[in-house]
């Protein structure tokens, strides 16, 4: 039976490409962030190449990604962060398609390895981090001053404060590789039961795996989701700060 | 025919209408999808931290029990602020 880790393994495409210490050469990986870059990038130019008043198909779809987006940074970021509404649907995206084209079989999923997520949620926890400090200056360390404690708690819940702070950008980043990995490793193994039970008894865990499979592409929509929706929560702490 | 002036009043008032809704309504599945690991990463941290601080400053094992336990609140700490924005959402 094959292995099922095997799909996480990420090796190297054609010629190796080497700038100083830095190997640039195209993986497998990268392969397929491209592949999803280019299928945003094709998505939106193809909705919007026609734009009219009554819609197209892609167009309605292109509009409901716009809006849902939108919303949602209304609802959770509030009026302020509108400006950072390219990055958040850029975010949404981009983990969306990786997650979604790591669907299909024999291909890569990228949002399944640990680099991957931790780049993405260090990447946001900085932004927020300058973006704070950008916007309040030194008042924005406030954030780790709990209001109404008294004085001789407070070095102890500074620290709980730092240490909370610490751990969005880990809890941001195992969440989705966690899912992510453990979604492919169950289809892997579920599949890898059908052909060992062969056409008698390989039914049931086929059944399973059609079912696994419906079950991922809600999680792979839903990590996608958390994850704008942790960033816009981040950036509300960073622009509004209330306390 | 619409009166310009009134019309711009109403946009004024529905811009400050705007404006003062800065503590948002938060995504509750969101929200309640981030406790799970919340309470986990809490604790890697404040155990990494515990673990340098001790290598760096040769008080073995301290630094780190106390930052282990400083984790676990915090990580506490975490999941009920995260379940107070759902019954505030």
């Known amino acids: ?82 400006n950072y509404f390219p990055f958040i649907l850029t975010l949404f995206l981009f983990i969306l398609t990786m997650n979604m084209i790591g669907l299909f079989p024999y291909a890569f999923t990228v949002t399944s390895q640990i680099i991957v997520t931790l780049s993405f ?6 932004g927020v981090t300058v973006i704070g400090f950008a916007k309040h200056g030194v ?33 941001l980043s195992v969440r989705l590789f966690a899912n992510m990995l453990a979604g492919h490793t169950m289809l892997k193994v579920f599949g890898g039961f059908v052909v060992s039970l062969g056409i008698i008894g390989g039914w049931l865990p086929f059944s399973f795996s059609v079912l696994l499979t419906a079950l991922e592409i809600l999680v792979a929509f839903l990590q996608a989701y958390v994850f704008a929706v942790l960033s816009c929560i981040y950036l509300n702490d960073a622009l509004n700060m209330h306390h | 025919m619409f009166d310009l002036e ?4 109403k946009l004024s008032q529905k811009k400050n209408l705007k404006e003062e809704k800065l503590s948002p309504k938060n995504t509750q599945l969101g929200i309640a999808f981030k406790i799970g690991t919340e309470l986990v ?38 999941v009920v602020r995260s379940a107070k924005m759902i019954n505030k959402g």
């Open chain 1, 139 to 171: 008042s924005f360390l406030k954030i780790f001053l709990p209001s109404g404690i008294p004085i001789f708690l407070l070095p102890l819940l500074v620290v709980i404060e730092v240490i909370s702070y610490l751990s969005r950008p880990v809890s």
């Open chain 1, 1 to 82: 039976m094959a292995n099922p880790m095997q799909q996480f393994e990420v090796y190297k495409i054609g010629p190796s490409l080497q700038i100083g210490n830095i190997d640039l050469s195209l993986t497998n990986s990268s392969i397929f962030m491209f592949t999803s870059a280019a299928f945003i990038l094709v998505f939106f130019f193809l909705g919007t190449k026609n734009v009219s008043t009554i819609p197209g198909k892609l167009q309605i779809l292109n509009e409901l990604v716009f809006n849902f987006i939108a919303k949602m940074i209304d609802e959770t970021a509030g009026y302020k962060a509108k």
């Open chain 2, 6 to 9: 009134e019309l711009k009043k």
């Open chain 2, 41 to 78: 990463a809490a604790v890697f941290v404040a155990t990494l931290i515990g673990w340098y601080l001790d290598k760096w400053l040769n008080t073995k094992p301290f630094f780190l029990i106390g930052f282990i336990i400083l984790g676990i609140i915090a990580g506490i700490f975490n």
């Open chain 1, 121 to 126: 949620a260090l990447i946001i926890f900085i």
